[in-house]
């Protein structure tokens, strides 16, 4: 079962176990703002055990790009296309979300982006490789940042 994440209410429902929910709530609702301003899409998310060709998809990307292996656990995760851009996120119960865009027709532009919910320590995984760049959102508080670049095709 699919929820669409309000931007209005923000709500914490599906990251409860979160020690960071609240603010891993207002980083979901502001990604769901931004699609939602940008391309007219509903964002919607599903748990992460209805979620699984998703979130292995991600992993795989991360694990053959990087060598990243993520160790909170995943609690929820979308995936859609808008325009010719194939995206899906996953958040996780450290406060941390991922998302690939992945363009279907041109291949040098895709990535991976992270995002650290307000609160949270950067995961071991990713602190001696990214730096994280912070930016204000009314939503989310400060929310820190960081990307690559997707080599290979997916």
């Known amino acids: 079962m699919s929820n669409t994440v309000d ?20 980083l979901r609702a502001n990604e769901a703002r931004y699609f939602k301003n940008k391309y ?20 795989r990307i991360l694990k ?4 990243i292996v993520i ?17 899906a996120y996953v958040f996780y119960e450290s406060g941390l979300s991922i ?5 279907v027709d041109a291949p040098t532009k895709r ?13 071991a995984e990713l602190a001696s490789r990214f730096k994280f760049a ?6 989310a508080g400060t929310i820190r940042g960081s990307f690559f670049e997707i080599k290979n095709e997916y």
């Open 7 to 26: 931007f209005n209410i923000v709500s914490t429902v599906g990251l409860e176990s979160s020690p960071v929910a609240a603010a891993l709530a207002g």
């Open 40 to 59: 007219d899409h509903v964002f919607t998310v599903e748990s992460a055990s209805n979620a699984k060709s998703t979130i292995d998809w991600v992993h």
């Open 64 to 67: 053959e790009e990087r060598d």
């Open 71 to 87: 160790s909170s656990r995943p609690l929820e995760a979308t995936a859609f296309q808008v325009e010719n851009i194939r995206i």
């Open 99 to 103: 998302n690939v865009m992945y363009t």
């Open 111 to 123: 990535g991976v982006g992270f995002k650290l919910s307000e609160g949270m320590e950067v995961p």
């Open 134 to 139: 912070r930016q204000k959102s009314r939503l």
